[in-house]
């Protein structure tokens, strides 16, 4: 039982370049979310997918598109880079239980773009 | 605008001793209060959590209190270890989605 797995660990891009990022849960969970972490900041919602199916926009969703594409697998994506997209990125997944309510993330993965 | 808010960059506690954590929030809505813990180079890590219904919530060596009235909800570590050193985040809980705000966190260091 891995838990949240997200690749790649680390990034460097050029600006106008594009990526994805990839997330997977193994845990069943029903809900997924993509948040970036800078400095001096908490972490902020880019986008989530409250189930398979569907997804909505965050906090900061300019720049980036994502893909629920199935339970296990939410990905992120930069069509076209910029400096301002430089950031740690994490995966979550969401257990909801009786009297819980619970976030689940990944270990990050830091984007530069130059 | 900020609506979770963690006013304290940094602590410093003894080992042995207690930390407590502060957080203010603004939005009446929030219905569900989390720590996380963060150590270098890794995800956030579900500490402790309690739902606005609630005024205190304990696990082990941490406890939660939640004050509704003052919006002000503060996290106790009693004792507190060097493997407590880590950055920790305050988040609240709106919408269906289980939406989460971050506070911008506290950087706690135990100190032997």
């Known amino acids: 039982n891995a838990g949240v797995t997200q690749t790649p660990k680390f990034q460097v891009l050029k600006t106008g370049q594009s990526m994805t990022l990839q997330c997977a849960q193994d845990?069943?969970?029903?809900?997924m979310y993509w948040y970036r972490q800078d400095p001096g900041m908490g972490l902020r919602l880019i986008y989530y997918s409250a189930s398979e199916g569907t997804t909505d926009k965050g906090e900061v969703p300019n720049g980036y598109n994502v893909s629920r594409l199935n339970k296990r697998e939410f990905s992120l994506r930069l069509e076209s880079a910029a400096p301002s997209q430089t950031s740690v990125y994490f995966c979550?997944?969401?257990?909801?239980?009786?009297?819980?309510?619970?976030?689940?993330f990944g270990p990050g993965t830091r984007l530069t773009v130059l | 605008d900020q609506q979770v808010k963690q006013n304290s960059p940094s602590l410093s506690v003894q080992e042995g001793r207690i930390s407590i954590l502060n957080c203010d929030y603004t939005?009446?809505?929030?219905?569900?209060f989390l720590w996380y813990k963060k150590y270098p180079a890794e995800g956030p890590t579900f500490l402790i959590s309690i739902s606005s219904i609630k005024d205190k919530n304990e696990d082990g060596r941490f406890t939660v209190f939640l004050n509704k009235s003052a919006k002000h909800l503060s996290l106790h570590i009693v004792p507190s270890q060097p493997g407590d050193s880590a950055v920790y985040f305050c988040a609240a809980r709106y919408g269906t989605a289980s939406k989460l705000t971050f506070g911008t966190g506290t950087r706690l260091q135990v100190t032997l």
């Open positions: 939005n009446s809505m929030f219905d569900y």
């Open positions: 845990m069943n969970h029903n809900s």
């Open positions: 979550a997944s969401r257990i909801r239980g009786t009297g819980s309510d619970t976030q689940y």
